[in-house]
């Protein structure tokens, strides 16, 4: 269990440059305790509990932001970035290594009260769904797929497909993601067809390139700052 948490942890630290530690992560990060909240609600809502876990995913959104239904069946190592708005409905089902941020809403369209439909989207390994992104209904995004920043999905996104976009289109056909390269937000600013999106695009990425300097400096200059006050 603990190898678990660890390994988890430090997928999270290999996705976000401004983590400074796994203790930062653990403590401090609202995704990592909604995560964990959810599986206690989960494991309540499969016992039967279902008023007790309903109470505790409450209880979670509370304390996070973070909506996840006690019925939603999440993967090993989901990171939830900044995480707040996020909404994750009764039948989603997430697998591993997947990246949601703020504002995600992986939501339902069909109105039923069939026991067992599917409504809600499955996500599968290693996707990345960006800020704003809205995935509606009982589809698929693919493994290693990445959905852009705002986009609408109402249909499948094959695997290793970039969709941008209302309603999400594919950027060019379909893509190999490296497994070792991790895009922030889904979309890299090449992929996207809208000049005014890629200069956002990539100031955010030169405020992360930032960011991950500024804790190189900071790292290099703890070891002078000891050294001094030992003399």
Not at 118 to 129: L, V
Request: aromatic share 6%; with cysteine; charged share 20%.
């Amino acid at each position: 269990m603990f190898e678990d948490l660890k390994s988890a942890l430090e997928s999270i630290k290999a996705r976000d440059p401004a983590a400074r530690s796994l203790w930062e992560i653990a403590l401090l990060y609202p995704g990592v305790r909604a995560v964990a909240m959810h599986r206690i609600a989960h494991a309540l809502w499969s016992s039967g509990f279902l008023f007790l876990s309903r109470f505790i995913s409450e209880l979670n959104r509370w304390l996070s932001g973070i909506e996840i239904h006690p019925g939603a069946i999440i993967g090993k190592k989901l990171f939830i970035d900044h995480g707040l708005g996020v909404v994750i409905g009764e039948t989603a089902t997430i697998g591993d290594n997947v990246t949601l941020y703020h504002g995600v809403t992986l939501g339902g369209i069909v109105a039923t009260n069939q026991p067992g439909k599917k409504r809600h989207p499955t996500i599968e390994n290693g996707a990345i769904i960006g800020a704003g992104a809205q995935i509606l209904g009982g589809i698929i995004v693919g493994q290693n797929a990445r959905v852009g920043a705002n986009a609408v999905v109402v249909k499948d996104v094959p695997s290793g497909t970039t969709v941008v976009g209302i309603p999400a289109q594919a950027t060019g056909g379909h893509e190999t993601i490296k497994t070792d390269t991790f895009v922030p937000y889904g979309s890299p600013c090449d992929d996207l067809p809208d000049p005014t999106s890629r200069a956002i695009c990539n100031l955010l990425k030169e405020v992360e390139t930032l960011q991950h300097r500024i804790a190189q400096l900071e790292a290099e200059k703890r070891p002078i700052s000891n050294k001094d006050n030992l003399t």
